[in-house]
């Protein structure tokens, strides 16, 4: 229990209520009710509060002489928690995996689901087993529960079983919630790493784990991330190493069955090494956006020469990118995109990483005759990219002479290169700015996937593997869960993005106190600011309350 201020206006008058309010469960959600009126606060004097203490602790046979100590047990994460709850519950997962899920004996498989996803979204700084972390979360669900680590494993054996199910009844949930475009999706082509979780000891010697090491296939993963066309996260697709052509049919009846979108445009680089599969799009004819950073030395020259007058027939698309749709005679589309200030910052750190290894041929040069039995080998330098890229060098070991020249053509020429990229499409369909705007969307988008979230130390070897598929949907229901976040926070005409909420929030905090042989839960106070973050996504102030 625990006391409320109430305000109300009458006649253009403000009147404060004091009131006693009790939590309640009612099935798995917390519930409040008004347990007794303690009448107007301005009426309540000291003298009266005190009177109505001792009348309690007379009628209840409790000393009143408290020490009145204060002691702060924890302190735990509470905003940012409170706000993505609110959004989990609109969009109404939890019935949704309940529904699939069934009843699993002390197992509350969403509230599972729900931690891990909230753990994605934060990306906690130190790497730590889920099933100690929440420990520093104040949800009330969480109360007088214990959760071990085989409980998620769990919950992941659940996810990775109904997975389509779950993508399925999700997307209709949110297609009331708020309007998708159902005319095309983009799939973006990516690849991930799982992350390095904390593992048990094998007990294994020295020499046994040297030779079980690691194995390669926990490390990669080739996938295909689904994305409607407004940008929201749909689902995702495992990919083979090399994908063949029947991998991306499947995700084409994926998306028509589960999502009912008919079209879908492949996104993703070209690279023979990064991603060899597009290559099967473009000879097949499926639609594409590719992008090329690397160039022939013709698309080189023609690509420097249109970014000398880049102001020339170029179209701002968003806040320093810049584009322009340059045709040939086939029927490809190519976009010359540019960003002006990562061009300046590419020069200025390009630029002082060749003094500062300039500096250093100097000091080598300055010993080298001084040092006898020098070998070239022996120079660290000599190993660094950069040195051997855009420096031509000799040794001569018989005289310990070291001569050196930068290539400053090439160095001209990669600095006029900086902060650009080329765009290729079969489409003729979509506008040019929604091109651009797709691939470096979804190009953002994909690098969140870079590392995957391992929630638990590994049961085996192979557990990571054989359920990548359920680390792969919390890590898109975390997307999807951050990007109806940002869309309430700018409806509402806040000027922030979700990251900057998100880190706002964390500094709100319950801290739990014992005073006496009692415990009292208390809410940091909040900042105006935070205070409309949290009334955006619909939490009021009387809901602020633990």
Not at 108 to 133: F, T, Y
Not at 338 to 351: G, H, I, K, S
Not at 523 to 536: C, H
């Amino acid at each position: 229990m625990f006391f409320r201020k109430v305000t109300s206006k009458s006649n253009g008058k403000e009147y404060t209520y004091l009131k006693l309010i009790e939590n309640y469960r009612e099935g798995n959600k917390v519930k409040q009710r008004v347990i007794a009126n303690l009448g107007s606060l301005d009426k309540l004097t000291p003298d009266k509060v005190s009177g109505l203490i001792s009348g309690l602790s007379k009628i209840c046979g409790v000393s009143s002489n408290h020490s009145n100590k204060i002691e702060t047990k924890k302190i735990l994460h509470y905003g940012e928690i409170l706000a993505i709850h609110k959004v989990w519950e609109i969009l109404g997962v939890e019935p949704i995996i309940n529904s699939l899920a069934g009843v699993e004996s002390n197992i509350n498989v969403s509230l599972l689901v729900e931690l891990m996803a909230i753990n994605q979204i934060i990306k906690p700084q130190h790497k730590q087993a889920i099933s100690d972390w929440y420990h520093c979360l104040y949800m009330p669900a969480l109360e007088g529960k214990e959760i071990a680590p085989h409980h998620f494993y769990r919950a992941l054996d659940i996810v990775a079983e109904y997975k389509e199910e779950l993508e399925e009844n999700i997307y209709i949930n949110l297609r009331k919630l708020m309007q998708i475009n159902p005319d095309l999706a983009f799939c973006r082509l990516t690849t991930g790493v799982i992350e390095h979780a904390p593992r048990e000891e094998l007990s294994l010697t020295s020499y046994g784990k040297y030779v079980l090491g690691e194995s390669e296939e926990l490390q990669k993963v080739n996938f295909g991330l689904l994305v409607s066309r407004d940008g929201m996260p749909l689902g995702h697709s495992i990919l083979h190493e090399i994908a063949e052509e029947w991998e991306y049919k499947n995700i084409l009846e994926h998306l028509k069955n589960s999502f009912g979108i008919d079209k879908c445009i492949f996104v993703g680089d070209r690279s023979v090494l990064d991603n060899p599969g597009m290559e099967i799009l473009v000879a097949q004819g499926y639609d594409y956006i590719i992008g090329r950073k690397h160039m022939t030395e013709l698309e080189r020259d023609l690509i420097s020469s249109e970014l000398n007058s880049y102001q020339k027939g170029f179209q701002e698309v968003a806040e320093d990118l810049w584009f322009k749709e340059i045709r040939n005679d086939d029927t490809k589309r190519y976009f010359l995109c540019y960003n002006p200030n990562v061009a300046d910052q590419t020069e200025v750190l390009l630029r002082e990483r060749l003094d500062a290894i300039e500096n250093e041929l100097k000091v080598i040069q300055k010993v080298a005759g001084e040092k006898r039995g020098l070998r070239a080998r022996n120079i660290p330098l000599l190993k660094d990219s950069h040195f051997r890229k855009y420096f031509d060098w000799r040794y001569n070991e018989s005289t310990q002479e070291l001569n050196y020249r930068r290539r400053d053509e090439l160095i001209a020429r990669e600095s006029g290169l900086a902060g650009s990229f080329l765009l290729e499409t079969n489409n003729e369909f979509l506008r040019a700015g929604e091109i651009v705007k797709a691939y470096t969307s979804l190009a953002v988008m994909g690098d969140s996937f870079r590392e995957i979230k391992n929630f638990e130390p590994w049961q085996n070897m192979l557990y990571a593997e054989l359920k990548i598929s359920a680390n792969l949907f919390i890590c898109v229901l975390g997307v999807m869960l951050e990007k109806i976040m940002e869309r309430m926070i700018t409806q509402a005409g806040l000027d922030l993005d979700v990251r900057q909420a998100i880190n706002l929030l964390e500094d709100i905090k319950v801290a739990i106190n014992q005073l006496d042989d009692q415990e009292i839960k208390s809410i940091t106070s909040m900042s105006p600011v935070q205070e409309d973050i949290l009334t955006a996504l619909g939490l009021f102030k009387e809901q602020h309350v633990v």
